[in-house]
């Protein structure tokens, strides 16, 4: 059985660790031997019982995990030392023949697995996830043509060009990509696979008992891009047209902030909640909403490679969705299926007009069923499984052919 080094930053105890990585490897176990390198934040670390959990759950499949401490500071030397870290682990396990491919989830790692390669000869797999010098260069975290942007430019179109395969998000991302790298990306292998979901758990099995209309919204809005204000004009224009609506606000930020910047005047009050709930939860959380929002900074070129986890669980319970322009592939979706409203602005017109839709959708008794159609034929996990499945069998064998010649 080939053996696979699986590569990333994120923790397997935080909730993206086990719907966009656990997820996967659960089903590629099977036919692969698996070691997974992660690295987990302080704050899940310190929980015995949950690290423990995780090993058991990894042991069943057969997976090896080698969890590592997330240090985030000192600001630029704990990187570089994780960093170095990284390429300790992956040169050990590729010498004790546990490397017969690497899969490298997001630029970090990927950068990782392209110096690994070139001492070694072992193929990578970069999974790109979103356009990450985009996104820092849109948070603020980061200013175009900087000494640092310049070079996770380079590590970029290093990786797209000696990666054995490339994993997108998007459509949207690989078109950008063949225009921005034609030379690199001529005849690269280039897979598109969104953000899927374990459609068993977040299906619309139970049905939410009848009430105010509950408006959710699910992840992190305090990223710097996430909309917060289209968020916060949403919500007081929501209130204002539909006075017994209620929301509710998903996520591990500061639930403090997030309120001093969506109802700074407390008009809200008790209609608005905002916290997190725990992993395991979340399908019942989502059931429990009637629609779903998310605003992310539409028109920017960091967005075109976004797919959000949340649009496919959402999907997934028989949820419409209230979503914006140039994101990825998500509007294109939302029309297809006709499964929410594109709002066009972050004016209170713009979203009355919305709102406006929304309600003359959500009274068609088929919004459910396309809903859940389009998660299935969008963001089904068996589907996002069987494509990495391909893209391992592919790479291992161009490496077998390659050897034999």
Not at 128 to 146: D, F, V
Not at 184 to 211: H, W, Y
Not at 278 to 283: I, L
Request: include cysteine; hydrophobic fraction near 45%.
């Amino acid at each position: 059985m080939a053996s696979c080094v699986y590569l990333t930053r994120n923790g397997l105890l935080e909730p993206l660790g086990k719907s966009q990585v656990f997820a996967y490897l659960r089903g590629l176990s099977d036919d692969y031997t698996i070691t997974l390198i992660t690295y987990e934040k302080p704050e899940d670390w310190v929980d015995s019982t949950r690290v423990e959990h995780a090993r058991v759950v990894c042991e069943r499949h057969g997976i090896r995990w080698l969890p590592q401490r997330f240090c985030a500071k000192p600001r630029v030397i704990a990187p570089a030392l994780s960093m170095i870290r990284m390429v300790w682990l992956l040169w050990r396990e590729v010498g004790a023949g546990n490397a017969d491919l690497i899969h490298a989830r997001s630029y970090v790692p990927a950068a990782v697995a392209l110096l690994v390669r070139r001492l070694t000869g072992v193929p990578f797999i970069f999974d790109m996830r979103a356009l990450w010098p985009e996104e820092l260069i849109t948070a603020g975290r980061l200013r175009r043509q900087s000494l640092l942007h310049r070079a996770i430019v380079a590590v970029e179109r290093a990786c797209l060009d000696r990666a054995s395969a490339v994993v997108s998000l998007t459509h949207a991302a690989v078109d950008h990509l063949k225009l921005e790298y034609p030379e690199e990306l001529r005849g690269q292998q280039i897979v598109v696979i969104p953000t899927c979901a374990d459609l068993e758990r977040f299906n619309s099995s139970l049905k939410r008992m009848s009430g105010p209309t509950l408006h959710g919204c699910i992840g992190t809005v305090l990223s710097g891009w996430f909309r917060i204000d289209w968020l916060a004009a949403w919500l007081s224009t929501i209130a204002v047209r539909d006075p017994d609506a209620l929301f509710e606000i998903v996520t591990q930020d500061d639930a403090e902030r997030v309120r001093e910047v969506l109802d700074p005047m407390n008009k809200l009050d008790k209609r608005l909640s905002i916290g997190p709930r725990p992993a395991e939860d979340m399908p019942l959380v989502v059931r429990g909403h009637d629609l779903s929002v998310m605003f992310y900074a539409g028109g920017q070129i960091s967005e075109i490679g976004r797919s959000p986890t949340r649009m496919a669980e959402v999907l997934g319970c028989g949820l419409p969705v209230v979503a914006n322009e140039g994101v990825g592939d998500v509007a294109k979706i939302v029309r297809k299926y006709n499964v929410g409203v594109i709002v066009e602005g972050g004016s209170t017109d713009n979203m009355a007009k919305a709102f406006d839709a929304l309600q003359t959708l959500m009274q068609d008794p088929d919004l459910p069923n396309r809903c859940r159609t389009a998660a299935e034929n969008e963001f089904s996990l068996e589907t996002g499984t069987a494509a990495y499945r391909d893209i391992y069998s592919s790479v291992l064998k161009s490496k077998d052919t390659s050897c034999v010649a």
